[in-house]
C-alpha cells in the first residue's frame, strides 16, 4: 500500500542534542513537508520541499534542517537551537508543485519528541 | 495573513445526536478548504476538500458545506467511531510563493457518547 512512513514514533532528547525524524513516501509525490503540532494550536509549517535538491522555509524554521537527496525522502533535523522542541511532528506530501487547484496533503502517522 | 477559527473548540455528543461544527475563515482568495480527521497519537486523514461557495460533499454521517466566509462540518446521527478531532484548513490562491502550504485552524475535539 501506498502512504507515508514516518519514525521513529517516539524520540526522546536530551538538552544541547540533535535528532533526525525520518520520512519516507512511496506515492510518487513530488512535494513533501514537515509540520509541527502543539496542544491548543493549529499544525505549523516547518518547511516543504517542491522538488529534489530544492527545499524552502516555512513558518517555523528556526532551529529545525531539512534535506532533499531523494524523491522518496524528507528527513528533518531538531537541532540544539530549537529551543522547544517537544511537540508531535507530522511528514505530508502531495502530487502537485502548488500550481492551479489545491492539492490534498496526505499525512504519516507522526513523530513525537521529547526533550528530557 | 490568512486565519481559520474552529468552533466550538469541544463537543461531546450522544449517539444519535445530531451536531455542526464550524470553521471560519479570512483569506485572500480561497484556493481550497479542507476537512480532515485526525484521531489521538496519528497524523491527520483527509475527508473532503471544497473549492467554492455553495458547495456540498457528503460521506457516510458526514456532510461539509461552504459559504463565503464559514464551512460547516454537519455530522447526522453520529456513533462513538466518529470520536475524533476535526480539522479545517484553507489554501490561498498563491501570492507567487509556490508551495501548498495551508493554514490549519486548531480543531474541534468531538466525543460521541453511547
Known amino acids: 500500500d501506498g502512504g507515508i512512513t514516518q519514525s521513529p514514533k517516539y524520540l526522546f532528547r536530551k538538552e544541547g542534542q540533535n535528532v533526525t525524524l525520518s520520512c519516507e513516501q512511496n506515492l510518487n509525490h513530488d512535494a513533501m513537508y514537515w509540520y509541527r503540532q502543539d496542544p491548543g494550536q493549529g499544525l505549523r509549517l516547518i518547511y516543504y520541499s517542491q522538488i529534489v535538491n530544492d527545499f524552502q522555509k516555512g513558518d517555523i524554521a528556526e532551529g529545525y534542517s531539512v534535506s532533499r537527496e531523494k524523491k522518496e525522502s524528507f528527513p528533518l533535523t531538531v537541532t540544539s537551537a530549537q529551543k522547544n522542541p517537544t511537540a508531535f511532528y507530522l511528514c505530508a506530501s502531495t502530487s502537485g508543485r502548488g500550481g492551479s487547484g489545491a492539492n490534498v496533503l496526505t499525512f504519516g502517522a507522526g513523530s513525537r519528541l521529547t526533550v528530557l | 495573513e490568512d486565519q481559520v477559527t474552529q468552533s466550538p473548540e469541544a463537543l461531546r455528543l450522544q449517539e444519535g445526536e445530531s451536531s455542526s461544527l464550524n470553521c471560519s475563515y479570512t483569506v485572500s482568495g480561497l484556493r481550497g478548504l479542507f476537512w480532515y480527521r485526525q484521531d489521538p497519537g496519528k497524523g491527520p486523514e483527509f475527508l473532503f476538500t471544497?473549492?467554492?461557495a455553495g458547495e456540498e460533499k457528503e460521506k457516510e454521517r458526514l456532510k461539509a458545506t461552504l459559504t463565503k466566509k464559514e464551512s460547516f462540518l454537519h455530522i447526522t446521527a453520529p456513533k462513538p467511531e466518529d470520536s475524533a478531532t476535526y480539522l479545517c484548513?484553507?489554501?490561498?490562491?498563491?501570492?507567487?510563493?509556490?508551495?501548498?502550504?495551508?493554514?490549519f485552524g486548531t480543531g474541534t475535539q468531538l466525543k460521541v457518547e453511547l
Open positions: 484548513a484553507v489554501q490561498a490562491v498563491s501570492r507567487g510563493g509556490g508551495g501548498n502550504k495551508l493554514t
Open positions: 471544497l473549492y467554492s
